[in-house]
């Protein structure tokens, strides 16, 4: 099996507050993990230093991507080579269009990929089958990025570019927070329908309920800053019934 | 000492008011204003730095230096690209018939020069009218040396159907002083979009002293779009004076890219019911460029909405201040007003003055004003970069965006691209 991703004893700080006390995971193609844990046990910070947040010191450990030093690489060079973060609270942008961004984003990967780049009209047509995939609205392209969107409408949006650009590491972080239960389905099914042999998913929550809808091949809990605690899906189900208390609990016993 | 040197500045402008008579004379029918005006400003002088609504616009420099007065001169334009338009084209502030296109105006509606059309009664009645020269210094020496200009005339319910282009062309091989004159009259129910750009073809320093007067009569409606285009070496004083009829509508929309000094006044009298007033300006400066936006808009009488939206990008050393203040007088209820003023500094040295001010004697007003100035906001790039948008060209994304809607606004679509060039120029 493919690895796309190998993480080796990795710590990162915030304004010197140690939040990842190494971690180690690694991602083959086609799989999809899970990763649980408490509020500021270190879920988020593992999505925002993988895609290259630049707030967040990494103070040791190694990321390989694809065989490349993830680390060395820039967060924009990192999107190119196919790493891609559906962001917790996506960013309004008011006044830069909707498709003017997709363009310019689908056509500096599709450049880096060694593809054509695509004109107004093909653009459309891939959006367009794009957005059907995950019932977003349509007249949604006709804002600003993201703005006066709703929640379920910011997250609906973060699931469409990802179907757009297409990454080999996708890496949803809490991408169910703030859903309703039609909105979760319709997000969740979106991200059913874009599971590969070739793609991998980090799928980071605070609730098992996401996984009743995108079932995971592996689970992780991550407490203190590092994974505690790995299985398949019945982990998550464990957790839901017995709490975190339950594997902080038995940690430190 | 200071006030020495103020003296002896106003009084080589004085003294070149005496030699431009006697060796070219103002025409008869302008002399009278002339002479007010030049009186007018021997007493007033130039804006001194006390004065509150100069107070980050030092002109000392500008104003110190020795300038010609432009001459005549020939050049050809080829005006705008993909623009259809009636192009008028004044060389050094000289309407020049031969290289202007004005045969398809529609009728009704004429475009002359201000010394053949002096005695006009049109040209008696309203010239010097809206534009103050008593209390303006700047006016003031534009009215002193008053010998031509440009006289646009839309009889009542007549509409242009295509803008018409101002087109100043300034050629001058040392400093010189240029001070175009504009006088724009549309009588009830006329409609009128006018556009008024500068080529410059000189490389020696340049102050243009530019006046414009624009009456809109009962139910009017006029955009007036100005384009600046500057260079380090050119330095602009734009006093614009509006006049509205009731049930009017006026459109004001003005453009500064770069330049060394310029300071763009504009003043509004909504002098009627229903007016509708709009005021749209983008400036972006960089390297040591000044842009100074200065804005008044009295509202005299009810039942009026004026509305003013200007955004600014600044970089290097530049400075850029924006002095907006909406005036509602005691008897005109049911006003709404609104004034934004947002403005983004791409360096630690860069400045912006921001000065938003409501004057209100009614007590049955709507009116708000606001104005942010901060850096590109970061979580925004990175949200952009993270979907492989390379930093350059995110940052770009983000700042033709903030400056694109103000240029959505402008009124003639087909000016839209080459306005996005401009910005695109000044981010490179």
């Known amino acids: 099996m493919k690895s796309i991703l190998e993480i080796r004893g990795l710590k ?11 971690i180690d995971l690694t991602v083959n193609a086609g799989e999809v993990h899970a990763i649980m844990g408490p509020n500021g046990s270190g879920k988020s910070t593992l999505a925002s230093v993988l895609a290259g947040n630049e707030d967040y010191e990494v103070d040791g450990g190694t990321v390989e991507y694809l065989g490349k030093d993830l680390l060395e690489m820039d967060v924009d060079e990192r999107a190119r080579e196919g790493v891609f973060l559906a962001f917790q609270y996506p960013i309004e942008l008011p006044g830069v269009s909707t498709m003017n961004f997709l363009k310019q984003a689908v056509n500096s990967v599709r450049e880096h990929r060694g593809q054509k780049p695509l004109g107004a009209a093909e653009l459309l047509r891939l959006a367009k089958e794009k957005a059907a995939l995950i019932e977003l609205d349509t007249r949604l392209k006709q804002r600003s990025v993201n703005q006066g969107f709703s929640g379920g409408e910011k997250k609906r949006n973060e699931i469409f570019q990802l179907a757009m650009l297409e990454p080999t590491l996708a890496i949803l972080d809490e991408t169910d927070s703030g859903l309703d239960i039609d909105a ?3 997000v969740a099914n979106g991200v059913n329908l874009l599971r590969t042999q070739e793609r991998g998913f980090l799928i980071i929550t605070h609730y098992q309920r996401l996984l009743n809808y995108i079932v995971p091949d592996f689970v992780h809990v991550i ?6 605690r790995s299985g398949d899906k019945e982990l998550a189900l464990e957790l839901e019934k017995r709490g975190y208390d339950w594997v902080q609990e038995e940690l430190a016993a | 000492m200071a006030e020495l040197i103020d003296h002896r500045v106003e009084d080589r402008f004085l003294a070149a008011y005496e030699r431009y008579q006697s060796l070219n004379g103002t025409s008869e029918p302008l002399s009278d204003l002339s002479k007010k005006a030049i009186e007018r400003f021997a007493e007033i002088g130039f804006p001194a730095r006390k004065n509150e609504s100069w107070k980050y616009t030092n002109i000392t420099p500008i104003i110190g230096r020795t300038y010609q007065m432009a001459s005549t001169a020939r050049a050809a334009t080829k005006g705008i690209a993909g623009l259809t338009t009636h192009v008028a084209v004044f060389i050094n502030g000289r309407f020049t018939p031969e290289a202007s296109q004005l045969d398809q105006l529609p009728p009704g509606v004429s475009v002359k020069s201000l010394s053949a059309t002096a005695e006009h009664e049109l040209v008696q009645t309203h010239l010097g009218n809206y534009a103050d020269y008593t209390d303006e210094s700047f006016t003031a020496l534009n009215t002193a040396f008053l010998k031509d200009g440009a006289v646009i005339s839309i009889e009542s319910g007549c509409k242009l159907d295509h803008p018409v282009h101002i087109i ?11 001070q175009p004159r504009t006088l724009i009259h549309a009588a009830d129910h006329a409609s009128a979009q006018i556009i008024q750009s500068t080529e410059f073809r000189g490389s020696t320093s340049l102050l243009m002293n530019a006046v414009t007067e624009i009456y809109v009569g009962n139910e009017a409606h006029v955009d007036f779009l100005d384009l600046q285009v500057g260079t380090p070496h050119v330095s602009r004083i734009t006093n614009l004076s509006v006049y509205q009829k009731s049930q009017s509508k006026f459109e004001s929309d003005v453009f500064t890219f ?3 000094l310029t300071r763009n006044n504009l003043s509004i009298l909504a002098d009627g019911e229903n007016c509708e007033s709009l005021l749209h300006g983008l400036f972006m400066a960089r390297g040591n460029s000044h842009i100074d936006n200065n804005t008044f808009v009295d509202h005299a009488k009810p039942n009026c909405y004026s509305s003013e939206y200007y955004k600014g990008i600044l970089d290097h050393q530049s400075v850029g201040v924006f002095n907006g203040k909406v005036l509602v007088r005691e008897d005109a209820q049911l006003i709404n007003a609104y004034q934004t003023n947002r403005s983004i500094l791409l360096s630690d040295t860069a400045r912006m003055y921001s000065k938003p001010a409501l004057e209100i004697y009614a007590d049955d007003v709507k009116c708000s004003h606001g104005a942010t100035t901060g850096q590109l906001d970061k979580d925004g790039l990175f949200y952009l970069r993270s979907r492989g948008i390379p930093e350059e060209e995110a940052r770009r994304l983000m700042l033709t965006s903030f400056a694109g809607d103000i240029i959505e606004k402008a009124p003639v679509a087909s000016l839209h691209e080459l306005l996005y060039d401009h910005v695109e120029c000044m981010l490179r």
């Open chain 1, 184 to 186: 979760l389905r319709s």
């Open chain 2, 258 to 260: 770069g330049g060394e």
């Open chain 2, 168 to 178: 100043h062309i300034v050629a001058n091989d040392e400093a010189t002083i240029v």
């Open chain 1, 223 to 228: 407490a203190g800053g590092r994974i505690v």
């Open chain 1, 12 to 22: 990162a700080s915030v304004e010197d507050m140690p939040i990842l006390r190494g």
